[in-house]
C-alpha cells in the first residue's frame, strides 16, 4: 500500500541527514579548521604590512612637517632682518639707542626663540678705520677695536648687536669678514642681494662652556643713491650686512615639535654627511640603536634654504611603532586561532548541541511564560494606565489603573474602540513597524468627563497583527503646577524690575545732594582761602574723599544691580584676542610684567560680560600688588562643560581668613576709607559669572600670590528674564 502522505518520507530524509552530519562532524571540522588557520595566516600577514605602511607614512608625515617648520622659521629670520634693514634705509643716522629701542620693541627673543640676537656690521675701508674706531670709542667703548687686528683693504665691523649681553659683547668689532666661511656667505649675499645662510662656523659668542655649532643668515644694506642692478654694481654700494648668528642646539630645541619626540634628526652643511659639516644632531650621543642602524624608518632629504643646501638625516626610534600597534597583528593571530578552535569545537559537536537545543527550547518556553506573569504583575500594580489594542484599535487588555482612570470594569473595558477612551485619533504605524511615539491627548471618562493626558505608544507586531501598547499619564496636575510656576516667574520678573529701579532712582537721588554737599565744601574752601583753621580744611577734603567714596559706592551698587543682565548675543569670541585687547588699555606701572600663557580657546559665548570678567580680575591683581615689578599671568585651560580662566600674581596674597569674605558685597581688605576700591568688585564678578552657571574660585597664601579661577561655561545658561535698566534722566544737581 502506497502512502500517499509526502510528510512522513520527508521527516525521516531529514533525520539521515543528521545522523549523516554527526558520523562525519570530525572530518568536517577538521577539514574546515586547516582552511580557517589558513585565513587566520592571510589576515595576521596583511595586518603586519598594514601596521608598517600606516606608521611609514606616520614617518614621512612627520618628516614634512619638521622641514616645513625650519622652512617657516627661518622665513620669519628673514623678516627680521628685513626689518633691521628699513629701519636704517628709512633714516639717515640709526643711533645705537634706536636700534636697541626697535630690538626691545619687536620682542624678537620672545617671537621668534632661538636667534642669538640681531646686529649690524658696518663695511669700512682701510681709510677710514681709524676714524670709524675713533667715533665708537667716543661712544663710551674706550676699548673698541675692530678684532682681529692687522691691515686689510675693507673691515665689516660689528656695530650694532642686540641684545647687548655678556655673550654679544664678545662679538663686538669683530670683522666678520675676515674669516673664510663668513666671508664667502657675506659674499654670495652681495651678489645676489638675498638673504644668505653660511656654512658651520663657531661664533665668537661661544665660551668654554656649552660649545654649540652655528651659523649666520646676513641681509645686504646698500647705499640708496647707486645702482645695485650688477653683482659689481652692489658690491660697490655696499654699506653692511644686517645679520642674525645662531647656535643651532638653541635654534632647533625652539623649532622641534613635541610630536617629533620618537624620530631623531641630524642637520649637515652642504650633501655630505660628515662629522665636519654635522650642524646640529638631535640624540647626542647617538643612541646604541641608531649606530648600529636598526632604526624602522630612515629617510635623507635636502633643504635649500636661502643661497645654502642642508641635508636633513631622519631616523625613526626603537619605539616607532608602538607596542600597541605591534599587538594588532599578534591580536589578529590569536583572535583567528581562537576563532578557528571555535570554529572546530561547535562543528565537532554538532550532535550535542542538537540535544541541548531542544533542552533549551523548553527552558526559553518556561521562562516566557514566566516572563508573561511577570510582565502581567508589572501592568497589574502600575500606577499609571496601561491600554493594549489590536490592529482594529480595541482594547485587548488594560490593568486595574486604566479601570480607575476611565470608569469602565474589566468586561466593559474589553473590547472597547480605542476611539471611545481618546477624543483624537491614534496615528497608525506601518504593518512591519516597531517604534514607540508621544503625544497629548484628551482621555474620555466613561460617565462623559475628559482629563489631559500625557501618551507613550509602541508599536510592534507579532507575526500576525499589528499590536500598541499605550501608556497614559494624566497630566492635571502637571499642568496646574506648571501655571503655578509661570505665575511665580512673572512675579519674580516684576519684583527685579522694581529691585533694579529701585536701585537706580536710589543712587540718582542720593547722588544729587550728595553733590551739593562736596559743591558747598569747595565754596567754603574757596571762600575762606587761607584764614580756615588747619584742621578745619582737613575736616573739608575728609568730607570731599568721603562723598568720592560714596558716589563710588552708588555707582557699583547700581552696576551690582545689573550684573548678569542679558544685553548682548552669543557670538564667536577669540579669547586670546580679547586678553590682548585688555592688555592694551590696561594702566600698570612700566615695571610690571603682565602676560598671556598657553592656549585661548575660540568658542561662542556672550563677550561683554566675559570681557568685564576678566578686566576686572587683571586690574584687580595690578591695583593690589605690593611691588611695582610685579607679575600678572592669565591662563586658560578647556576641560568638560568649563573653559577656565586663570588669572594669577606674585603680590602679598590673601589671609585664609578672608578669602571667603573677598566675594561679599561691601568687602574690601584695604582701609575701610579708601576711595580706591568700593568692596563691590568681586561681588558683581561672582554674581555675573553664576547668573550664567559659571563660578570663581580663589587660591592663595599669605606671601604666595592670589590665584583667581572663573569657570566660564562652555554652554551659556541664559537669564530667566533680561531686565533693561529704566531710562531716566540724571540731572547735574
Known amino acids: 500500500m502506497t502512502n500517499s502522505n509526502p510528510f512522513p518520507l520527508f521527516g525521516r530524509m531529514i533525520n539521515r541527514l543528521r545522523e549523516f552530519a554527526a558520523v562525519r562532524s570530525s572530518a568536517l571540522a577538521w577539514g574546515i579548521l586547516a582552511i580557517s588557520l589558513a585565513v587566520t595566516a592571510i589576515a595576521w600577514y596583511l595586518s603586519s604590512q598594514y601596521i608598517r605602511n600606516h606608521a611609514s607614512d606616520r614617518f614621512l608625515f612627520r618628516v614634512s612637517e619638521m622641514e616645513v617648520s625650519i622652512e617657516q622659521r627661518m622665513l620669519e629670520y628673514e623678516q627680521v632682518l628685513r626689518g633691521g634693514v628699513g629701519l636704517l634705509e628709512a633714516s639717515e643716522d640709526v643711533s645705537r639707542d634706536e636700534w636697541r629701542i626697535y630690538f626691545e620693541n619687536s620682542r624678537f627673543q620672545e617671537y621668534y626663540p632661538g636667534i642669538q640676537g640681531v646686529g649690524f656690521s658696518r663695511v669700512v675701508d682701510a681709510d677710514d678705520k681709524d676714524a670709524f674706531v675713533e667715533s665708537i670709542r667716543a661712544e663710551g667703548f674706550p676699548d673698541f677695536d675692530i678684532r682681529p687686528a692687522g691691515p686689510r683693504d675693507r673691515y665689516t665691523a660689528i656695530d650694532y648687536l642686540e641684545p647687548f649681553d655678556w655673550r654679544n659683547q664678545r662679538a663686538f668689532g669683530f670683522d666678520m669678514y675676515s674669516e673664510e666661511t663668513r666671508r664667502a656667505a657675506m659674499d654670495a649675499a652681495i651678489a645676489s642681494g638675498e638673504p644668505t645662510i653660511s656654512g658651520v662656523v663657531k661664533l665668537v659668542q661661544e665660551t668654554e662652556d656649552d660649545i654649540q655649532r652655528g651659523f649666520l643668515l646676513y641681509l645686504p644694506l646698500f647705499q640708496r643713491d647707486q645702482p645695485v642692478e650688477t653683482p659689481a654694481q652692489r658690491t660697490a654700494a655696499v654699506t653692511g650686512f644686517v645679520y642674525a648668528p645662531f647656535r643651532t642646539r638653541d635654534l632647533m630645541t625652539g623649532i622641534r615639535r613635541a610630536n617629533l619626540s620618537d624620530i631623531e634628526f641630524r642637520v649637515y652643511d652642504g650633501v655630505d654627511r660628515t662629522e665636519a659639516e654635522l650642524l646640529y644632531d638631535s640624540n647626542e650621543p647617538l643612541s646604541e640603536e641608531s649606530k648600529a642602524g636598526q632604526a624602522d624608518f630612515v629617510l635623507t632629504k635636502p633643504l635649500h634654504l636661502r643661497g645654502r643646501d642642508w641635508t636633513i638625516h631622519f631616523e625613526s626610534q626603537p619605539g616607532f611603532i608602538s607596542g600597541g600597534e605591534s599587538a594588532i597583528s599578534l591580536a589578529v593571530a590569536i583572535v583567528g586561532l581562537f576563532v578557528d578552535m571555535l570554529l572546530f569545537l561547535v562543528i ?386
Open 348 to 733: 565537532g559537536s554538532i550532535g550535542r548541541q542538537q540535544r541541548h537545543a531542544e533542552t533549551l527550547a523548553k527552558q526559553m518556553t518556561s521562562e516566557f511564560r514566566k516572563a508573561q506573569q511577570q510582565f502581567q504583575a508589572v501592568c497589574d500594580t502600575a500606577h499609571d494606565p496601561i491600554v493594549l489594542l489590536d490592529q482594529s484599535r480595541q482594547v485587548i487588555y488594560g490593568n486595574p489603573a486604566t479601570m480607575d482612570a476611565f470608569g469602565y470594569s474589566a468586561s466593559e473595558l474589553i473590547g472597547t474602540s480605542a476611539s471611545c477612551l481618546f477624543e483624537s485619533s491614534l496615528r497608525t504605524k506601518p504593518a512591519a513597524s516597531s517604534s514607540t511615539t508621544d503625544d497629548e491627548l484628551m482621555c474620555i471618562r466613561e460617565d462623559g468627563g475628559t482629563f489631559p493626558a500625557r501618551i507613550s505608544i509602541s508599536y510592534w507586531n507579532d507575526g500576525e497583527q499589528q499590536l500598541a501598547a499605550i501608556i497614559v499619564r494624566d497630566v492635571t496636575e502637571q499642568r496646574r503646577v506648571d501655571a503655578l510656576i509661570r505665575q511665580h516667574i512673572r512675579e519674580l520678573s516684576r519684583s527685579n524690575r522694581d529691585l533694579d529701579a529701585f536701585a537706580y532712582v536710589a543712587s540718582h537721588d542720593l547722588r544729587s545732594p550728595l553733590r551739593n554737599i562736596k559743591h558747598l565744601a569747595d565754596w567754603v574752601m574757596e571762600d575762606t582761602g587761607d584764614q580756615l583753621p588747619a584742621e578745619s580744611a582737613e575736616h573739608l577734603r575728609t568730607l570731599k574723599q568721603c562723598i568720592s567714596r560714596m558716589e563710588q559706592l552708588l555707582d557699583d551698587l547700581l552696576q551690582y544691580s545689573r550684573a548678569g543682565r542679558v544685553h548682548d548675543r552669543v557670538t564667536q569670541v577669540d579669547t586670546a584676542g580679547l586678553v590682548a585687547n585688555i592688555f592694551g588699555m590696561l594702566a600698570k606701572p612700566a615695571a610690571m610684567q603682565v602676560r598671556m600663557e598657553g592656549d585661548f580657546p575660540t568658542f561662542r559665548t556672550l563677550k561683554t560680560p566675559l570681557e568685564t570678567c576678566l578686566r576686572n580680575l587683571i586690574n584687580n591683581a595690578i591695583k593690589h600688588h605690593d611691588r611695582e615689578d610685579g607679575k600678572v599671568i592669565v591662563s586658560a585651560l578647556e576641560g568638560g562643560e568649563w573653559i577656565r580662566f586663570v588669572v594669577e600674581d606674585d603680590g602679598p596674597g590673601i589671609d585664609s581668613r578672608f578669602q571667603k569674605k573677598v566675594f561679599e558685597i561691601f568687602r574690601t581688605l584695604g582701609p575701610s576709607d579708601s576711595t580706591s576700591s568700593s568692596g563691590m568688585g568681586l561681588s558683581i564678578i561672582k554674581k555675573t559669572v553664576e547668573t550664567y552657571g559659571g563660578k570663581i574660585e580663589l587660591e592663595s597664601e599669605l606671601g604666595q600670590g592670589t590665584r583667581f579661577i572663573l569657570h566660564w561655561p562652555r554652554q551659556i545658561v541664559m537669564p530667566l528674564e533680561s531686565v533693561e535698566p529704566p531710562v531716566l534722566a540724571e540731572s547735574e544737581g
